[in-house]
């Protein structure tokens, strides 16, 4: 039996590391976040889940309203801890890839990509086997998505991060043995310009 798993990466919001819990989407993300369910309207979700973070949750809201449904928080699918929140980067995205490039390393009060893939994984197998069968719409964070990713294929690396978008949608299929038989990405930025 295959489950699908509908991986939604939040739409924009505006970066602020004292606010990462409770920043809401900007007007461009709640405007993507309509697209995000324009497009999810047409899987015939079953089940929404989400990271307790604001913005992940925005990203999904109009869907579960269309839906009638309750939206299930999972603080599991929260973003990832790359480092105290005090801790500043000269060079953010260089940090990022030596995080990817060395998966047990971790920043000062950061989260290793092992410990973030786990957390990801836990999450997800709890979902799968709870909602087997069904399809599942997960509100996500981009770094934990490709994390997570990462564990059934070691493509879902650094550059696959670096290309996704705020908002994406990777549709994935999970067979009974809980290993990935199929990814497609469901947010062609190209085809949704109006």
């Known amino acids: 039996m295959i489950t699908e798993v509908y991986f939604v990466r939040h739409a ?3 970066f ?3 606010n990462e819990e409770t920043r809401e989407l900007s007007e461009k993300g709640w405007r993507d976040a309509e697209r995000i369910t324009q497009i999810l309207s047409q899987e015939n979700i079953n089940q929404i889940i989400s990271s307790s973070y604001v913005r992940a949750r925005q990203t999904v809201e109009g869907l579960a309203k269309l839906l ?3 939206i299930e928080l999972d603080p599991r699918f929260r973003e990832r801890d790359l480092a105290a929140r005090n801790h500043h980067f000269e060079n953010p995205e260089e940090a990022m890839q030596k995080v990817f490039s060395n998966p047990a390393y971790k920043f ?3 989260e290793t990509n092992l410990e973030v893939q786990q957390r990801g994984i836990d999450g997800l197998r709890d979902a799968v086997k709870k909602y087997k069968g069904q399809k599942i719409a997960i509100g996500i964070h981009g770094n934990i998505m490709a994390c997570t990713m990462n564990y059934f294929d070691k493509k879902y690396d650094f550059e696959f991060w670096k290309q996704t978008t705020k908002p994406d949608i990777y549709k994935l299929l ?3 043995d809980f290993e990935l038989v199929a990814c497609e990405r469901l947010w062609k930025e190209e085809l949704l310009r109006t």
Do not use: A, C, K, R
């Open 12 to 14: 924009h919001s505006v």
């Open 108 to 110: 000062p009060g950061g």
């Open 16 to 18: 602020s590391l004292e």
């Open 174 to 176: 999970i067979n009974d």
């Open 68 to 70: 009638d449904q309750e």
